[in-house]
């Protein structure tokens, strides 16, 4: 998991049935984020906050990134 | 036989640069209606972007009113305005007004929710310029709903993001939400049972991000009333200004998204 802001990473344990929210969830947490919207990113791909890691395709080793989601205008 | 040609003439036209572009349809751009909904920063950008691009009937929504913090990014207010405590939709609407006298530019002064409907019906592209989420699903549920496109931008920092969401097809502002999103705009809006308090963050921001983004804007569309559909931004497009990075991301459209089940 590599954070977009900060460029810093953290290995993450995953199950099967975890969801996409969980794991923003918890990266968020774990670099005390602000209590922000966040997205995640595979590759080219936004993940949906309801897939599970099995929906979703996420594997061993896969690179994820989470990204804070621009509010402002 | 052609109209004969004078020497210099090609400097009397505002837009004969533009027209060198091409594919540029700048009568159909002319004729449009434009809703640029958010009066800040971003809108700012946006508005002077439409303007010289030959946009000639843009209408603006705010509610706001101009402070002196806006001025370190917002290219139409004064210290005056932020002194008179002015509306930045019509401070916006009158000096991108003045910029060019054949353009129709008019503010209202309003909630986006309590805009009519009839506004986005009449309009040919929206441009949301806001800054919460709240009004971006308010936005995007009238443009999915009427069919109308939206090219949606937002910065925090030195990044941002352009989001163009042409319906049917698109995905939708809300099919890239989730959990975080709705526990931000819940913090927003928080309710304590006698009253509602509202908690508005203070974001980072600065003008060259905002102007990318409003540029990205502006041209997406341009690209949409030109008839390019077929080379706007599929999805998101994400920016960080600090590393120089741009990035096309793909939007699942999200099967449960209750705008897409209606169509």
């Not at chain 1, 995953?14 to 990266?27: K, P, R, S, Y």
């Not at chain 2, 932020?82 to 003045?98: E, G, I, Y």
Request: charged share 30%; proline share 3%; net charge negative.
């Amino acid at each position: 998991m590599r954070n977009a802001e900060t460029g810093s990473t953290v290995d993450m344990e995953l199950e099967e049935e975890n969801t996409v929210q969980e794991i923003i969830e918890g990266a968020a947490g774990y670099w005390e984020k602000d209590s922000g919207a966040y997205v995640l990113r595979k590759g080219k791909r936004l993940l949906r906050g309801q897939q599970t890691v099995l929906d979703a395709g996420i594997g061993n080793s896969d690179d994820l990134e989470l990204i804070p989601d621009p509010e402002g205008g | 036989m052609n109209r004969p040609i004078k020497p210099g003439e090609s400097d009397e036209d505002r837009m004969e640069r533009s027209r060198r572009v091409g594919w540029i349809d700048l009568d159909r751009i002319g004729k449009s209606r434009t809703l640029v909904i958010g009066a800040g920063a971003l809108g700012n950008e946006v508005v002077k972007n439409l303007v010289l691009s030959g946009f000639e009937d843009i209408t603006i929504v705010d509610m706001d009113r101009v402070v002196l913090s806006n001025l370190n990014r917002c290219l139409f207010f004064r210290e005056e305005d932020a002194k008179r405590r002015s509306f930045k939709a019509t401070a916006l609407a009158d000096m991108a007004q003045r910029m060019n006298a054949a353009c129709r530019v008019s503010g209202m002064v309003m909630k986006v929710q309590d805009l009519d409907e009839g506004v986005f019906r009449s309009s040919d592209v929206v441009l949301g310029c806001l800054d919460n989420i709240a009004a971006r699903l308010h936005v995007n549920a009238h443009c999915c709903h009427l069919g109308r496109p939206l090219i949606d931008g937002g910065t925090l920092s030195t990044s941002g993001k352009v989001q163009v969401v042409i319906p049917p097809d698109s995905p939708c502002l809300q099919c890239s939400m989730n959990r975080t999103h709705y526990r931000a705009l819940e913090r927003r809006f928080s309710c304590t049972g006698s009253d509602t308090t509202f908690f508005e963050p203070k974001l980072a921001a600065e003008i060259t991000t905002t102007s990318v983004i409003a540029a990205i804007q502006v041209r997406e569309a341009i690209k949409v009333l030109s008839g390019r559909e077929d080379r706007c931004l599929h999805h998101l497009l994400r920016y960080d200004g600090l590393d120089n990075q741009a990035l096309e991301l793909e939007v699942p459209l999200d099967p449960d998204c209750g705008l897409h089940r209606r169509q």
